[in-house]
């Protein structure tokens, strides 16, 4: 049934439309998205306006004026704010980009493209369609300009204390001296003495050579990180000796999924594969370190004849990942693998596979620069990723 706040705000499209005809379209939408975002709002709440009732989760808290560029032009909008939900949700309408500034690093990656003469017309008509206009140099400038200014703020903001540090890197293509090259994305996820995760910095290199590695993870104690208790990641040289030279005595957790990975290059004949790998899951699912090295030596015993390569490679990397039984139990589960920094990848991998070819690094750099701190954000305000009464 149409309400009479509906009824109204139709009435009124219906007129702009009648009266002005297409001159009126970017009015009625801006009445239309308006009203939207009014009702997803109440919809929310489990409220209507000044409405009493038990389900209610939360207040309305007003409205935040928001420009956003379109087809139709600059639509000026009323986005709704919400104060003291019960849950901790956090509320933003549906109707509007939530990543809107990953969104403009994506538009930029392939303006940029474009605009350096690596595009073809395919891509020329995607960067129309993505950003509704024809590009020119001077709007990428422009518009980069912005952005960057606003990513590299983010990107130098100040740290504080982190007890658990993940870190993690993935590859991208780059433009680089004339030929397309794999960049290194480097980047760290922190968890505080609150049990609330964030996106700590993201950089982007040639490769993850100590030396680009050293570099990142030097920038984070400067920007004032310190208190790391546990250190989770793969085993790999260059940050193996990164993280000995900035992070000296800090406990390292050798992520296990990837340990688990490993182990089937040291498997002699195929048919043994399921029997290692429920052997490591046994290891790494014990109750107790005093248990878990009992079921290790078992292993390293049993195969020590049969497969002499995983029995001595299973005595030297498997301990690698079962220092997380240094820490509290309730904390075990979620840092004992890089799953969370995976996951990240994954998003930043769903992000970058459109524009498949980076002009430049700054341009990569750009781009997953936006995503984390998108991501982070929706992390620092949602609910507490660590929760148990023992203290981080």
């Known amino acids: 049934m149409t309400r009479p706040d509906d009824a109204t705000a ?45 389900e209610r989760r939360g207040y309305a808290n007003g409205f935040k004026d928001k ?8 639509l000026h909008l009323r986005v709704p704010q919400v104060r003291d939900v019960s849950d901790g949700a956090v509320f933003y309408p549906q109707a509007l980009e939530r990543g809107s500034r990953s969104e403009r690093a994506l538009k930029l990656a392939v303006a940029e493209m474009y605009v350096k003469g690596v595009s073809t017309r395919r891509v020329k008509a995607i960067t129309e369609k993505l950003c509704g206009l024809e590009v020119t140099s001077a709007q ?3 518009v980069t300009a912005e952005l960057d200014e606003e990513l590299s703020a983010w990107r130098n903001r100040a740290l504080g204390r982190t007890t658990y540090l993940l870190l993690d890197a993935r590859y991208e293509k780059v433009r680089h001296g004339g030929s397309v090259v794999p960049c290194a994305v480097l980047s760290a996820i922190g968890i505080d003495h609150e049990g609330k995760r964030s996106v700590l910095g993201v950089s982007v290199s040639l490769s993850e050579a100590e030396v680009h590695w050293r570099g990142f993870l030097s920038s984070l104690v400067e920007r004032g990180l310190y208190g790391v208790k546990l250190i989770t990641s793969d085993d790999h040289e260059g940050l193996g000796k990164a993280r000995q030279a900035v992070f000296a005595g800090v406990a390292w957790q050798r992520c296990q999924v990837h340990l688990q990975r490993n182990a089937t290059a040291y498997v002699p004949r195929h048919e043994m594969r399921k029997e290692v790998a429920q052997d490591i899951r046994t290891i790494f699912g014990a109750g107790s370190r005093e248990e878990a090295d009992r079921h290790l030596d078992r292993a390293i015993e049993v195969y020590q004849k049969k497969a002499p390569k995983l029995s001595e490679w299973m005595r030297r990397a498997i301990p690698e990942g079962l220092t997380v039984y240094e820490i509290p139990a309730p904390h075990r589960r979620r840092l004992r693998t890089t799953n969370l920094v995976e996951w990240m990848n ?9 524009a498949t070819l980076f002009p430049n690094e700054a341009s990569l ?28």
């Open 140 to 142: 990428v400038s422009r």
């Open 67 to 74: 420009a956003v560029s379109t087809r139709l032009g600059k």
């Open 10 to 54: 139709i009435d009124r499209v219906m007129t702009l439309l009648v009266q002005e005809g297409f001159d009126g379209m970017a009015a009625a939408i801006e009445l239309l998205l308006n009203e939207a975002m009014k009702l997803e709002r109440a919809g929310f709440l489990g409220a209507q306006p000044f409405e009493r009732t038990e």
């Open 365 to 392: 750099l750009r781009l997953v620069s936006a995503i984390c701190s998108e991501i982070s954000d929706d992390w620092e305000a949602a609910r507490r990723y660590l929760t148990s009464e023992t203290e981080l």
């Open 346 to 354: 994954k998003e930043m991998k769903r992000r970058t596979r459109v």
